[in-house]
């Protein structure tokens, strides 16, 4: 006779356990990868805003910034025309981003 507490100890396969893992495994890596890009976007905006003193290692956190942040941001820079010393790029790509990952975990979670 097989009870409701039988049915929840059936035998999983192997492979949807791997599965499942992998799923997992990929959407934490897709939120911590999203949430990391934020904050830089935010650092650059923050450097981009600040006069910092000159220093060797203040310049290459700048540099570092700079070239992680800006190809993402010239995407957006394309389509969005300038708005005097107001650049709306940013705040849409962090949009667009959080978006983005939203959807890949969503597309994710129908496969677990």
Do not use: H, K
């Amino acid at each position: 006779m097989r009870t409701a507490e039988n049915a929840i100890m059936a035998p999983v396969s192997g492979s949807s356990l791997v599965l499942g893992d992998a799923i997992s495994s990929i959407q934490s890596f897709i939120s911590v990868f999203t949430g990391v890009y934020v904050l830089l976007i935010f650092a650059y905006i923050l450097t981009s805003w600040i006069r910092l003193p000159y220093s060797p290692t203040l310049n290459r956190i700048q540099r570092f910034l700079y070239d992680v942040c800006e190809p993402y941001l010239r995407i957006f820079r394309r389509f969005l025309p300038p708005l005097g010393p107001l650049d709306l790029s940013p705040i849409i790509a962090v949009f667009s981003l959080i978006l983005g990952a939203r959807i890949v975990n969503s597309i994710l979670e129908r496969f677990q």
